[in-house]
């Protein structure tokens, strides 16, 4: 499987982005999407997880109710609406891909294949 992830930039605080994860190649062998960031000097951060066929959507702490993930299954691909961004928020951000079980949906371990990072800033 073949993550491409876009959609990154700079933008002030209190505005919006929205990334995007195009999935190619094996996609039978995951069924779910996921997004970590990780800030300069921090460990990487569970940010959301789209668990297809039902699966549901689940989010960390620090974005829920501002972030959004959202999936299109006919172009395979993952987004992540983020809106009310906060200077906190400013790390590289990575899709993920794989088959996690619900108590492991969080790790960045349980994802096998991952997309190349896409820088997002905050600017206060």
């Known amino acids: 499987v073949q993550l491409q992830a876009s959609g990154g930039g700079l933008v002030q605080a209190g505005g919006s982005l929205r990334l995007s994860c195009a999935a190619s190649?094996?996609?039978?062998?995951?069924?779910?999407m996921a997004w970590f960031r990780q800030a300069p000097g921090k460990e990487r951060e569970f940010v959301a997880v789209?668990?297809?066929?039902?699966?549901?959507?689940f989010y960390g702490d620090s974005v829920k109710g501002r972030f959004t993930i959202s999936r299109d299954s006919a172009k395979n691909t993952v987004y992540l609406q983020m809106n009310s961004l906060k200077p906190e928020d400013t790390a590289v951000y990575y899709c993920?891909?794989?088959?996690?079980?619900?108590?492991?949906?969080?790790?960045?371990?349980?994802?096998?294949?991952w997309g190349q990072g896409t820088q997002v800033t905050v600017s206060s």
């Open positions: 190649g094996s996609i039978d062998s995951i069924n779910a």
């Open positions: 789209n668990r297809w066929r039902g699966g549901g959507t």
């Open positions: 993920a891909g794989g088959r996690p079980i619900a108590s492991s949906m969080r790790s960045d371990k349980t994802y096998g294949y």
